[in-house]
């Protein structure tokens, strides 16, 4: 009789357990799955197999059908009872052999990123084959924490399914290997978020706020924008994780450069005679530069008074004695000349002057330009366009221009400070 019942009674537990083969969408999912095969399997007796695999592999591989719909893990490699060399529709995590029966740490490296869901195979010390199991859940404190697990264990003539715990020490004390496998479409958490701290945003520094998820127990650090940020954040031709974006947005921030529409930046874009002389006067806070002669500079357009004042202080010259042509590009050559003579009229020392020889168009330099070159390379104002190329009479972006200007500005305060220094009194 009891021949012809156990393959009945194996079919009546497969087919309830397929009625939970539906793909979890989310962690939360997941977990009411796991918990309602725990409240199904705790205390009864399972003497089945399932994927070829009996007794604790079995069981661990039924449980992880019903999780995922994707049949077992797969099945050991001969000889290695702990080891599945091709998962099934699953990743390794974490793999360790060959440590101390005491190497708690091992275990806590591996197990503390471990999930609910996640499959576990070991091999036994002190027994010849291996056992598998299902974790349930991790308490991932490094000094009392450890995992709860979902397992099917044979005790004498009777298979427990049971769930216990194992401290980083024990898991370490009973294995001699240990694998960790996650199923590749493990549903991602749907956080609750709870706030551990809050700094707020200034106008000009993003806020922050500490969050941690009530479900999964990790962190995140969310960002709060500030008005400047916001502010970059709306120019869909920035790309935040580009090298000019620091240098951009604290131009903004200075007011030394504005966008050329609200949702425009053109930071690829030449900068003109105009745009430049426009920065280094706002650099300079805006001083009064007095008249001006060019025709074709309107004494009403918006970089009238920078022209005058970078005209009038030998900053930048006209094209010829009437004329500014502040639609022309400016070379890099020429940005270069322009923060040289800066630094001669914030009274800085600017004898400084590398060797150009490095760099395969260092011939190309106008011989008007050269001392600027030379100065800008040797204090690290500029450097290669790409590699070893100089590129002096390429045009100067938008960027490049904000980028040098910048640099030039943390170079004349810091000058500035060293020549205040040595005026104190020793």
Request: net charge negative; aromatic share 10%; charged share 20%.
């Amino acid at each position: 009789m009891k021949r012809r019942l156990l393959p009945l009674l194996l079919t009546l537990l497969l087919l309830s357990t397929s009625l939970l083969q539906v793909q979890a969408a989310t962690q939360a999912d997941l977990q009411t799955k796991l918990d309602a095969l725990v409240e199904q399997y705790v205390g009864t007796c399972w003497y089945g197999s399932y994927d070829g695999a009996i007794q604790c592999k079995g069981f661990a591989d039924l449980v992880y059908n019903a999780l995922f719909g994707t049949g077992g893990i797969g099945s050991y490699v001969d000889g290695e009872y702990y080891y599945i060399k091709t998962p099934r529709n699953s990743v390794l995590l974490g793999e360790a052999t060959g440590y101390s029966a005491s190497d708690g740490a091992r275990m806590y490296a591996i197990f503390s990123q471990a999930k609910p869901g996640d499959y576990v195979q070991m091999a036994r010390r002190n027994r010849s084959y291996g056992h598998s199991v299902i974790i349930y859940s991790v308490e991932t404190d490094r000094e009392s924490g450890g995992v709860w697990v979902f397992d099917c264990n044979m005790s004498y003539t009777t298979c427990l399914v049971q769930k216990y715990f194992m401290s980083w020490e024990k898991l370490a004390d009973i294995s001699t290997g240990i694998t960790l496998y996650r199923h590749d479409t493990y549903p991602t958490c749907d956080h609750d978020w709870q706030s551990l701290s809050r700094t707020e945003p200034t106008e000009t520094v993003d806020g922050k706020e500490l969050l941690r998820c009530a479900i999964c127990g990790i962190d995140s650090e969310s960002v709060i924008p500030c008005a400047l940020s916001e502010t970059m954040a709306g120019f869909a031709d920035v790309d935040a994780n580009a090298w000019y974006y620091p240098y951009l947005r604290q131009a903004v921030q200075e007011g030394l450069l504005n966008g050329i529409s609200d949702t425009a930046f053109a930071p690829n874009a030449p900068v003109t005679r105009g745009m430049a002389v426009t920065i280094l006067w706002r650099m300079y806070a805006k001083p009064a530069g007095g008249a001006q002669n060019f025709a074709d500079v309107a004494g009403n357009c918006w970089y009238s008074q920078s022209v005058a004042w970078a005209a009038a202080n030998g900053i930048v010259n006209g094209v010829t004695s009437t004329r500014f042509a502040p639609d022309d590009n400016v070379q890099r050559q020429q940005l270069a000349v322009m923060l040289y003579r800066c630094a001669k009229y914030s009274g800085l020392p600017a004898q400084e002057r590398a060797d150009l020889s490095a760099y395969a168009d260092a011939r190309s330099v106008s011989p008007y330009a050269e001392d600027a070159m030379r100065w800008a390379v040797a204090v690290g104002l500029m450097n290669g366009r790409s590699g070893n190329v100089l590129a002096p009479s390429d045009t100067a972006t938008r960027a490049e221009a904000a980028k040098l200007i910048l640099r030039f500005a943390s170079l004349s305060a810091a000058q500035a400070t060293a020549k205040h220094s040595e005026m104190l009194p020793k």
